[in-house]
């Protein structure tokens, strides 16, 4: 006669080598937080530009605008 064991990751098909660390986790919330910030940087340098600049770049003046408005909480 044969014995099956199981444990809790084998049910729920998660190990533990898949989960992220608290680590990992604080350090990819901290380079989303960088991204988001160097983004309404640049987006802010760029909408001080005038609008024959921003169209040879190919950026739109009220895509700009959209965009800081959304990605800025302040």
């Known amino acids: ?3 099956a064991t199981t ?3 084998a049910i729920s098909g998660v190990s533990r080598s898949s989960s992220k660390s608290v680590f990992r986790k ?9 991204e988001r910030q160097a ?3 640049v987006n802010g340098y760029l909408l001080s530009l005038d609008d024959a600049t921003l169209a040879s770049y190919g950026y739109d003046r009220a895509d700009l605008e959209r965009n800081s408005s959304l990605t800025s909480a302040f």
């Open 39 to 41: 983004r309404r940087y």
């Open 7 to 9: 444990t809790t990751t």
């Open 26 to 34: 604080a350090l990819d919330s901290m380079i989303t937080a960088r």
């Open 1 to 3: 006669m044969a014995i």
